[in-house]
């Protein structure tokens, strides 16, 4: 089995959000680019997956589009355990292109697994577009996947619960938060390995955009918090019921 | 033309947030002049589809198939670009919930059509297509062109709301012309969690962070949500530990939400925090330290034990509501 696993290149969570002058792009200057926290367990499952079953899992692959800035982020991908990383050498303008570029890369692997957002334009597109792109199942909000034999076993959440399922390969699981515990930490002796790896630059196809981004603005700066004594417990249920009216 | 919804269904029965998209179609083919149309998959009662009606909706595709059920994506992918072709519709709207999200994604790719998710508000203009969605976890807003004929868009939950304009209904069967073989997915076993309020969708959310000391805690954070109808959700921390489930992490890396009302007892409002809950309409915080962030994104704040204050408020709101 061949597991390729998407990775998206985003801001670290704490990075303080700023736009160019012109209000028309991220600035991402400073920047700390980290995995796609998602991305990221989902390639922590994958490499669970490979210690459990080496006999059937051949190779992970991990893929990215994005230029050459990017590829610090895939080195992290290799050297916590993927085999070899793909770059397709575009910047990334929205999903649509996104899934196109990829859909070039991911035709010969059995499972696919992408996060189920990424937290710059919280898309949660690219996933299921390669899907359709590839015409292959997808089952998304996945939140357990083992192995057994061609088949895959996988736990999904649904709205007020759970599912257990089967799913044919090839197919992609688009997966949530549950999926692996903690994400993996590079090890010295993984650094080191990472920089023999294939990291291989794909050229982008010519595939235009669907959808722009206009422009940016941060939301509106919140009234001052309206505080109310500890022992006065009352007046918050009196103030949320007649002046916020929430209750 | 027409604009389109997918209206999922519960058991046969529709949610406040089936009633959203129903509204906002309604306004959408309004400022279009175009239909407003709902494609419903499996069995739902006519008595239920009717209600449609009550938020602007004049035509229903009632696809009465029980293989729908087992949530296929592809399947229903294929069953939806069926139903837009039907009746010729430009625009498909879906709610930004499981489904929603793992659909509308398919769909657009199939018709190569531009997709934007969980817009907030009607478009600020249609031609060109321009609409607003929260970008960076709730940190900014972004106003976003789609440059094709065809559009896929998922509604971000009670973001806009229900608007009543009742419309006569008609219900036309609709054959969706997929085959056995279409649907792949084989369900082994459902669990539904029975009488919990759904935090994607709860109105009143109870929230609880490490200033509750112990899962031993919780039943405060339930009763007060008990009391109120409210869901219950946590901060990373706690369900890192185990105290909670994952799923009722809130936050930049676990579910966004925006209920009306949002109470924060002893979580310090980590920046990534704050990112999963800041769309909320009201923003109730509890913690000890007065310097906790949770009080620049909160409306309301009490600072003192969360422990001390929340039988205190059970207490208070029980009161206010006999």
Redesign the interface.
């Known amino acids: 089995m061949k597991i390729l696993v998407l990775i998206g290149n985003v801001p670290d969570t704490t990075t303080k959000i700023k736009f160019n002058a012109d209000k028309t792009a991220f600035d991402d200057a400073g920047v700390q680019w980290i995995i796609n926290p998602w991305d990221e367990l989902a390639l922590t499952r994958a490499i669970e997956l490979k210690e459990a079953h080496a006999a059937a899992i051949e190779t992970i692959v991990v893929a990215n589009v994005g230029l050459a800035l990017t590829e610090p982020t895939l080195r992290k991908a290799l050297a916590v355990g993927a085999d070899k990383a793909i770059r397709v050498d575009a910047k990334p303008v929205d999903a649509f292109f996104v899934a196109s570029q990829l859909a070039q890369v991911a035709k010969d692997f059995d499972l696919i697994l992408a996060g189920i957002e990424a937290s710059d334009y919280n898309g949660s597109a690219v996933g299921g577009m390669l899907a359709e792109l590839l015409d292959i199942n997808s089952v998304s909000a996945v939140s357990g996947i083992e192995i057994d034999s061609e088949n895959l076993r996988i736990n999904r959440e649904i709205d007020g619960g759970s599912q257990k399922l089967v799913c044919k390969t090839p197919m992609i699981a688009i997966v949530q938060k549950g999926i692996a515990k903690e994400p993996r930490i590079p090890a010295m002796r993984g650094i080191m390995m990472a920089r023999s790896k294939p990291l291989e630059v794909v050229a982008a196809t010519d595939t235009e955009a669907l959808t722009s981004f206009d422009v940016f603005e941060l939301p509106p700066a919140k009234a001052a918090c309206k505080m109310v004594d500890e022992d006065n417990v009352k007046e918050l249920v009196r103030l949320l019921k007649e002046e916020a009216k929430a209750l | 033309m027409s604009i389109l919804i997918y209206t999922e269904n519960?058991e046969g029965k529709f949610k406040k947030l089936s009633f959203e998209l129903a509204s906002y179609a309604s306004e959408l083919a309004k400022q279009a002049g175009k239909e407003a149309v709902a494609v419903s998959l499996g069995k739902v009662e006519d008595a239920e589809l009717q209600k449609l009606g009550q938020y602007g909706i004049s035509k229903i595709l009632v696809a009465d198939d029980e293989r729908f059920s087992?949530?296929?994506?592809?399947a229903i992918?294929k069953a939806l670009a069926a139903a837009a072709k039907k009746v010729s519709a430009d625009t498909v709207v879906l709610a930004?919930?499981?489904?929603g999200?793992?659909?509308?994604?398919?769909?657009?790719?199939?018709q190569?059509?531009?997709?934007?998710?969980?817009v907030v508000g009607l478009p600020l203009s249609t031609d060109p297509f321009?609409v607003k969605?929260?970008?960076?976890?709730?940190?900014?807003?972004?106003?976003?062109?789609?440059?094709?004929d065809k559009k896929v868009l998922?509604l971000a939950y009670n973001s806009f709301g229900l608007v009543e304009n009742a419309t006569k209904v008609s219900m036309e069967p609709f054959d969706t012309g997929l085959t056995d073989a279409d649907f792949?997915?084989?369900?082994?076993?459902?669990?539904?969690?029975k009488g919990?309020v759904?935090l994607?969708?709860a109105d009143?959310v109870v929230s609880g962070g490490r200033g509750m000391k112990s899962p031993d805690n919780w039943h405060l954070i339930e009763s007060l949500a008990e009391e109120?109808g409210a869901g219950t959700a946590c901060s990373r921390p706690v369900?890192d530990e185990g105290w909670r489930p994952?799923?009722e992490?809130v936050g930049?890396?676990?579910k966004?939400i925006a209920p009306?009302?949002y109470f924060a007892f002893g979580i310090s409002g980590a920046?990534?925090h704050l990112g999963g809950v800041?769309s909320s309409?009201?923003i109730?915080?509890v913690n000890k330290d007065h310097e906790a962030p949770i009080?620049?994104?909160?409306?309301?704040?009490?600072?003192?034990?969360a422990l001390?204050?929340l039988p205190?408020?059970i207490e208070?709101?029980k009161?206010?509501r006999s």
Do not use: C
Request: no cysteine.
């Open positions: 519960w087992n949530m296929d994506n592809k992918t930004h919930n499981n489904l999200k793992a659909i509308a994604p398919r769909l657009a790719a199939r190569s059509a531009g997709l934007v998710s969980a321009t969605k929260m970008v960076f976890t709730g940190k900014a807003i972004a106003h976003l062109t789609i440059k094709t998922t792949e997915l084989q369900v082994l076993e459902t669990n539904k969690v919990k759904l994607n969708e009143i109120l369900s994952h799923s992490h930049q890396t676990g966004i009306n009302l920046i990534q800041s309409k009201v109730v915080a009080f620049e994104a909160a409306d309301y704040g009490i600072v003192g034990d001390k204050v205190e408020l208070a709101v009161e206010a």
